[in-house]
Every structure is written in structure tokens, then in C-alpha cells.
């Protein structure tokens, strides 16, 4: 079992910077491809960038070359540095945790809002 807890989501004006941490506890973070996702008033849930165990990246089309990735394996903390913000990066940005289909956990959501 993993429990998720995201934190950093605030109001940041347009083309300002946020970090998001997300702290995993309860099994072995190192393992896990951790992803973060966002779900914006009346859109599906997307993914928005994912680091594997090995640190590899992938990320949607939306956030590439504004939005990082990254993990702390020793502090079993993953990171999002978002940067050059817009409004449509407004949402409820969610951590996730992924081993395998039955080891897949989510945290409870953090929002952004990006306005003037």
C-alpha cells in the first residue's frame, strides 16, 4: 500500500512558476513509475508528465520545455516545476504511483489556478 500526499498547488499569475511535491509513504517509492496527472473542469484526467524508476521521462505535448519531473528517491518525494504557467494549466493536478495494475495509487489532488 502507498499513500500519496501532494502539496504546492496555489493561484499563480500567468507565466509564473510552481513546484508540486507529491510524498509517497508506505512501500518502496524507488520501485514505482510515478506520473503526475491533471483534471480540469469538464475534461477527462490527463497525464501531464511521468518518471520511470531508472529516471526516464515522458511528458504530454502541452507542458514540453515549461513543465519538469523529477524525483528524490532518498526523500520518497517526486517533483512537478511548472514554469511560463497559462490559464489552460488550470486544474486539479493529482500524483500517482504505478507498479502494476493492481499496485496503482493515486493522491487526493491538489488545484492550480493560473489568473491574473
Known amino acids: 500500500q502507498v499513500q500519496l500526499v501532494e502539496s504546492g498547488g496555489d493561484f499563480v499569475q500567468p507565466g509564473g512558476s510552481r513546484r508540486l511535491s507529491c510524498e509517497a509513504s508506505?512501500?518502496?517509492?524507488?520501485?514505482?513509475?510515478m506520473g503526475w496527472y491533471r483534471q480540469a473542469p469538464g475534461k477527462e484526467r490527463e497525464l501531464v508528465e511521468g518518471?520511470?524508476?531508472?529516471?526516464?521521462?515522458n511528458y504530454a505535448d502541452s507542458v514540453k520545455g515549461r513543465f519538469t519531473i523529477s524525483r528524490d528517491n532518498a526523500k520518497n518525494t517526486d517533483y512537478l516545476q511548472m514554469n511560463s504557467v497559462k490559464p489552460e494549466d488550470t486544474a486539479v493536478y493529482y500524483c500517482n504511483a504505478f507498479l502494476n495494475l493492481h499496485q496503482n495509487y493515486w493522491g487526493q489532488g491538489t488545484q492550480v489556478t493560473v489568473s491574473s
Open positions: 508506505g512501500s518502496i517509492f524507488c520501485s514505482y513509475v
Open positions: 518518471i520511470g524508476s531508472g529516471g526516464r521521462t
